[in-house]
C-alpha cells in the first residue's frame, strides 16, 4: 500500500494546483469544473427526456461538449503550469481558451434546447450568427493551444525530462485533434455548399474518432509523468515509463487517424490496424502499472518531489 507520508504529498500537490495558481487559472479551473456539470446535467435530460444519441440534433452533443471542453479546459491549465512562459502571455491564453470554451459549449447547449442543428446551419439569421461564432471560438482555441504547443517545444521549455516529452506528445496529439475538428468542419462546409445538408453531417463525422482519441493524450500523459514524480526512481527510469506510454498514445493515433482519413470504422478495421491499436494499449497500459508500482514500493521521501528533477 501506498504510504500515509505518500499519500498526504499527492494531496498537498494536488491542493497547490489552487492555492499556486494565479487569479485567471482559478477561474479557469472553476469553468472548467462548471462545464463538466453541464455536461453531466445535460446528460439528465437526455435520460428524462429522451431522444436519438446521435445525429445533429441530439442531447449527445452539449453531453460531449460540456464534458470535453470541461475536461480539456482544467487540463490545459494545469499542464500550462509546467511550462516557462511569460506571465502575461500565460494569463492572456488561459483567458482566451476559458471565454472560448464557455462560448462553444453555451451555443452548442443553446441549439439543443432550440432543437436546431449547431453546425452547418444557416437556415436563419440567428442561426447563421451561431455557426459562425462556433466558428470564431475554435480560432481562438487554436490559437492558444499552438501558444503553448510552441512554447512547450523551446529548448528549456520544461525542467523534468519526462515530464517534458509528456507535456510535448500531449499537446502535439491536441493540435492533431483541433486540426481534425477543422477538418470535420471543412468537409460538411463543402457538402452543405453542394446543397445536401445530410451528406454534411455523414461525412465530418468521419474524423471524430481520431478527435476523440488524440484530444485527451494531455490528460493521460502528463498525468502519468505527475505520478513517477512520486517515486524514487532516477530521471532516466522515469523517462523511459513516459516514453513507453508515449509511443503507445502515439501508436493508437497514428492507426486511428488513418483509419479515419481513409473513411473506415475503427470497428470495421482491417487487422494489422487492430493488432496495431492493441499494441498501443497494451503500452500504454503498461506504463501505467509501471508507474503505480513505483509509487507503491519506490516512493520518494522528498515532501515537495513533482517540481524537482
Do not use: C
Request: net charge positive; charged share 10%; no cysteine.
Amino acid at each position: 500500500m501506498v504510504a500515509e507520508g505518500q499519500v498526504r504529498s499527492m494531496r498537498a500537490a494536488v491542493r497547490e494546483v489552487w492555492t499556486g495558481g494565479t487569479r485567471v487559472e482559478r477561474v479557469a479551473y472553476v469553468v472548467g469544473f462548471a462545464l463538466l456539470l453541464s455536461g453531466i446535467a445535460h446528460f439528465g435530460v437526455f435520460l428524462v427526456d429522451g431522444g436519438p444519441w446521435q445525429g445533429p440534433v441530439s442531447w449527445r452533443k452539449p453531453v460531449t461538449f460540456g464534458l470535453s471542453f470541461g475536461l480539456t479546459l482544467i487540463t490545459l491549465v494545469w499542464v500550462s503550469t509546467w511550462i516557462r512562459l511569460g506571465d502575461r502571455v500565460r494569463a492572456t491564453m488561459v483567458g482566451l481558451f476559458t471565454a472560448a470554451s464557455v462560448l462553444e459549449v453555451s451555443l452548442i447547449s443553446v441549439q439543443a434546447w432550440r432543437g436546431v442543428p449547431s453546425h452547418f446551419n444557416s437556415e436563419t439569421g440567428l442561426n447563421r450568427a451561431i455557426s459562425t461564432s462556433l466558428a470564431i471560438g475554435g480560432g481562438l482555441i487554436l490559437v492558444s493551444v499552438l501558444t503553448f504547443t510552441v512554447a512547450a517545444l523551446r529548448r528549456g521549455s520544461v525542467g523534468r525530462a519526462d515530464m517534458r516529452l509528456a507535456v510535448r506528445t500531449g499537446l502535439v496529439l491536441l493540435v492533431v485533434a483541433l486540426a481534425a475538428g477543422g477538418a470535420m468542419i471543412a468537409r460538411g462546409s463543402v457538402a452543405v455548399s453542394s446543397g445536401d445538408t445530410d451528406l454534411a453531417y455523414t461525412t465530418a463525422g468521419a474524423f471524430k474518432p481520431i478527435h476523440a482519441v488524440a484530444l485527451h493524450a494531455v490528460l493521460v500523459l502528463p498525468g502519468l509523468a505527475w505520478l513517477l514524480g512520486f517515486t524514487m526512481w532516477t530521471e532516466m527510469l522515469r523517462f523511459r515509463v513516459v516514453q513507453l506510454g508515449a509511443v503507445g498514445y502515439g501508436l493508437v493515433a497514428v492507426a486511428v487517424g488513418v483509419e479515419s482519413a481513409l473513411g473506415v470504422s475503427p470497428f470495421a478495421a482491417p487487422l494489422v490496424a487492430d493488432v496495431v491499436v492493441g499494441i498501443g494499449l497494451v503500452a500504454l497500459l503498461l506504463s501505467g502499472i509501471v508507474a503505480v508500482y513505483g509509487v507503491v514500493h519506490f516512493p520518494t521521501k522528498d515532501t515537495n518531489p513533482i517540481r524537482t528533477a
